[in-house]
């Protein structure tokens, strides 16, 4: 797992849960389209193809975790992230549970997210292709878990 500060950046060994393809990094602007990554164009730069970014602050800014296409995470509180800060939910301080405030899902599957672990509680679907910069007061900072619909 790669965490990327604007400053600075830390390189840590995956996870022995068998969770390949993960990272967290700085998100890049909220620009236009990417150039072809992989025979697909990524909805936003600085979130790879096949590739769903979470991203901690809204407009596509602040540390980023990527999920990639089909992988589910009963719970993102097992993840730092460093000076990442819950003010709704102190359970997520320094992890990315209950972090997310804007979404890009560049892979062919639809993810629905959580409010809570183990995939409890559902809140919503992630349409592939589809990017939202800041998904609201009521639903930012709830993500506790993500898969595939």
Known sequence: MTFTHPSRTLTRLPLALGLCALGL????????AAAPSA???AVLVGCPADTVCL??????NGPVFMVA???SFPTLHAFACPGC???K?????????DQMSAWVN????????????????YVGTMPAGQAV?????????????IRPC
């Open 39 to 41: 025979g697909r164009t």
């Open 89 to 97: 939910h102190g359970a997520g301080d320094g992890n990315f549970g």
């Open 25 to 32: 990094a700085a998100a890049a602007s909220p620009a236009a």
């Open 55 to 60: 991203y901690n602050d809204k407009d596509f």
């Open 85 to 87: 800060d819950s003010p």
């Open 106 to 121: 560049n892979t062919s599957w639809t993810y629905c997210w959580y409010y809570d672990i183990d995939y409890r509680s």
């Open 133 to 145: 910069a800041w998904v609201g007061k009521r639903a930012q900072d709830e993500a506790s878990s």
């Open 69 to 71: 296409a089909g992988d």
